[in-house]
């Protein structure tokens, strides 16, 4: 079983930047496509963005396009998201999961708050 | 592409909820199914429409045909009261998709 912790979220004024990382604690981590998904508070999951196993295949929602960066370090086993531009309504919960098209193990979240 | 669920099931204990998840053909597509239950992040409790993880118990069952695909939780126990998502790879536009999710709760 891949085990997952997120980090790096906290209080930002809108238009401000956070960089969440996700740690796996898998030796084969660089064979797996990993996912960021997030959850407003009371709200549903809503799917953030993916990366490809090697890095090369990189995937946004609309809604963070041009305003998230996935990346990922094979050689750390983590996966980070760069989260810029925030706006009030990105505040959220945010998950890290591995794989793409389904997602079969996930972080226990770290919380993004953005309020000026 | 658009996955549509009911906002809520009620179903007693040792009863079978079933929880449906629409969309436009969706038999053309693989659906998974998660489970949150309050305060905790999502489990993966059915992959490629009919699949269980390891350590899910075979109470949860999954279907898919037409424009719906259904998770069925037989045997329902006061444990299964959560939150459920569909999902679906949309190769199109390689975006993950969830359904609005359905509250399951156990009378």
């Known amino acids: 079983e891949v085990r997952l912790l997120e980090s790096g979220g906290g209080v930002v004024k809108p238009g401000g930047s956070l960089r969440l990382s996700c740690a796996a604690s898998?030796?084969?981590?660089?064979?797996?496509?990993m996912s960021w998904v997030r959850q407003a508070p009371g709200k549903g999951l809503e799917w953030v963005a993916a990366?490809?196993?090697?890095?090369?295949?990189?995937y946004y929602a609309n809604s963070v396009k041009g305003r998230f960066t996935i990346s990922r370090d094979n050689s750390k086993n983590t996966v980070y998201l760069q989260v810029s531009g925030l706006r009030v309504e990105d505040t959220a919960v945010y998950y890290c999961?591995?794989?793409?098209?389904?997602?079969?193990?996930w972080g226990q979240g770290t919380p993004v708050t953005v309020s000026s | 592409y658009v996955l549509t669920q009911p906002p809520s099931v009620s179903v007693a204990p040792g009863q079978t909820a079933k929880i449906t998840c629409g969309g436009h053909n969706i038999e053309t597509k693989s659906v998974h199914w998660y489970q949150q239950r309050p305060g905790q992040a999502p489990v993966l409790v059915v992959y490629d429409d009919t699949n269980r993880p390891s350590g899910i118990p075979e109470r949860f069952s999954g279907s898919n045909s037409g424009n719906t695909a259904t998770l069925t939780v037989s045997r329902v126990q006061s444990g299964d009261e959560a939150d459920y998502y569909c999902?679906?790879?949309?190769?199109?536009?390689?975006?993950?998709?969830f359904g609005g999710g359905t509250k399951l709760t156990v009378l």
């Open positions: 999902q679906v790879w949309d190769n199109n536009i390689d975006h993950v998709i």
């Open positions: 990366i490809s196993a090697g890095g090369e295949g990189i």
């Open positions: 999961a591995k794989d793409q098209e389904y997602l079969d193990s």
């Open positions: 898998t030796l084969s981590f660089s064979d797996y496509a």
